[in-house]
């Protein structure tokens, strides 16, 4: 039998980590020069905003919602497909998450029902960006204009993604990314956020280190109550890495999800009732390649026989409004049909650079061997 292909692998060469060992060796583990240096070279990616590095693309968004002044009292609209940390934040800072379905085509929150779910406590939007496909901008910063609405881009899949030839996070609001294990741009754990200004930057540093705001050799302040979420140094010199490859890394990418669409062929819906995603090469990174199931196939079998042929799946994402956590808050089964129905059947495929086409033609039998069967 073939040998196992996950869904996605992360690559780290011998250049990052003979870094690490240089870093280790070094002396310097935690925050220190490589961090700045992580955060420059990303600040000049995202067109010279100001950018500043954590330990987690999920502290990011706490801290982008803290810096917004969001709190108890207040609403956030987000979508109900996404990993659960969306709307954890929200609860986090005390205010009330308010979910809006998704769009059943690109399977991003439906922006209709963003502004039909705004009311006056609504003081924020966080989209997401899924598999690194970009919501719409310029129809989410009109909606957010409109109402006077801060926003959050949940832009954790979206590194290297484009909206209108512009990079997601050279422009907008406070722009989150994540550089955990399975990103296109990784750090093993952490994130970056992308801010307005340098009152922003300073704010975010004090959020990301307890309060803390140091002067001179023994001078301390804390006026803020912050965290533990700096980035180390460690993390940050394999993100000088991957930051350096990115660009072909998502060229790799593309020319992968080509073939999958080109083996796949034109009639693939068509004879299992299965759906692929928007074909989109102009815009989305694709850090996923994801499909949703047809109605008869049941998705646990559906991954069981893909494993049975030594082919891993994920699922990203139930959706977030049915887990006890949200139940418990008034949620309930057929509040958001469209989110319900391609969270129980959307199934993400194996997509990373090291795979060579072979492997998505291996892919694309497995997928339509086991769909026949079904």
Excluded at 53 to 76: H, K, Q, W, Y
Excluded at 165 to 189: C, H, M, P, W, Y
Excluded at 359 to 370: S, T
Aim: aromatic residues 8%; glycine residues 8%; charged residues 25%.
């Amino acid at each position: 039998m073939s040998e196992f292909l996950p869904f996605t692998r992360p690559h780290i060469d011998e250049a990052a980590i003979a870094a690490v060992g240089e870093v280790l060796r070094s002396g310097w583990i935690t925050s220190g020069p490589r961090m700045q240096e992580f955060e420059r070279q990303l600040s000049v990616y995202f067109g010279d905003r100001p950018v500043r590095t954590f330990n987690s693309g999920t502290c990011t968004m706490e801290i982008a919602l803290r810096i917004a002044g969001i709190g108890p009292g207040d609403e956030v609209i987000t979508t109900p497909i996404s990993w659960v940390a969306t709307s954890n934040v929200i609860l986090e800072v005390g205010a009330t998450p308010v979910f809006a379905d998704i769009d059943p085509v690109t399977r991003n929150i439906d922006l209709d029902k963003v502004e039909a779910a705004i009311t006056p406590r609504t003081k924020a939007i966080i989209p997401v960006d899924l598999s690194g496909l970009p919501v719409d901008r310029d129809r989410l910063y009109a909606i957010a204009a409109k109402h006077k609405l801060r926003v959050v881009e949940d832009a954790a899949q979206a590194i290297g993604a484009k909206w209108n030839g512009k990079r997601i996070g050279s422009f907008g609001d406070l722009v989150s990314f994540s550089f955990q294990a399975n990103k296109n741009l990784t750090t093993t754990e952490g994130g970056c956020l992308v801010l307005n200004n340098e009152d922003e930057a300073c704010l975010a540093e004090k959020y990301r280190l307890q309060g803390v705001t140091r002067s001179g050799f023994d001078g301390m302040e804390v006026d803020v109550l912050g965290g533990k979420f700096n980035m180390t140094d460690v993390a940050a010199v394999i993100g000088l890495n991957q930051l350096a490859q990115l660009d072909a890394t998502t060229t790799r990418r593309h020319a992968l999800v080509k073939h999958y669409f080109a083996t796949f062929g034109a009639d693939f819906e068509r004879e299992t009732g299965a759906q692929l995603p928007v074909k989109d090469f102009r815009n989305t990174n694709w850090h996923m390649f994801q499909i949703v199931l047809p109605q008869s196939a049941v998705r646990a079998e559906f991954m069981a026989k893909m494993k049975a042929r030594n082919i891993g799946c994920g699922v990203h994402y139930p959706p977030i409004h049915l887990f006890k956590l949200y139940r418990a808050r008034g949620f309930k089964e057929g509040m958001f049909p469209v989110a319900e129905r391609v969270g129980r059947r959307i199934v993400s495929l194996p997509l990373f650079p090291m795979m060579s086409e072979a492997d998505v033609e291996r892919v694309v039998g497995a997928v339509r061997e086991v769909l026949c069967l079904a």
